[in-house]
């Protein structure tokens, strides 16, 4: 079973070789350069990594980017800001080969203050009540750590290039009948400044994003490479 992992990445020079050196052997990370002006994408190659350009900003871009230059049987998202460890992905590839579920997200307990921030924590709460109604899934969180086959992924046909990139992939899978998975992972003090939730302003772009997701009509996708 081969695996990549994307990581979308803006301005994550000093993350970037805590997250690369925790990337499990014989994986292959990712990154994907949303137009970073701090040597991001060249520290990343000297690291090892492989690097996708990808010049539409936006979290969705970088992430589907990442996802069309993937070529494993699995592929898994993370943040590149240090808040989460890349390491503790190897459980949900295990329960995506194993066929224990088709999609695993990671539900992030924060680790000490600051790690985060109360107007995110509550945007993300309604979110997960309004996406209950939407599909039934009992989820906690929509965080960005994730696993899945590749070719299910892309039979998902995913649209969204800002923030609403995860929501959907979510909602899409959903609509699927994916079976989808949760598993408590600790959220740390990122490195920098979000670029999304660190500010109300940022806060509120991703939830109306994500309302707008919410807001489409259901859709049954190809379901190839889930079984």
Known sequence: MTVDVVLPCLNEAAALPWVLARIPSGWRPIVVDNGSTDGSAALAR?????VVEEARRGFGAACHAGLLAAEADVVCFCDC???????LLTGF??????????LVLGRRRPQGPGAWPVHARAANLALSHMLRRRTG???RDLGPMRAARRTALLGLDLTDRR????????????????????VDVPY???SGKSKVTGTWRGTWQAVHDMRRVLAQAPRKPAADGVR
């Open 46 to 50: 000297e690291l090892g990594a492989t």
């Open 81 to 87: 800001d240090a808040s989460l460890d890349p390491g």
């Open 93 to 102: 590839v295990r329960a995506v080969s194993d066929g224990e579920a088709d």
């Open 137 to 139: 899934l009992r989820l």
């Open 163 to 182: 923030s609403g990139y995860p929501l959907q992939m979510v909602v899409r899978a959903a609509d699927a009948g994916w079976r989808v998975r949760e």
């Open 188 to 190: 740390l003090p990122r």
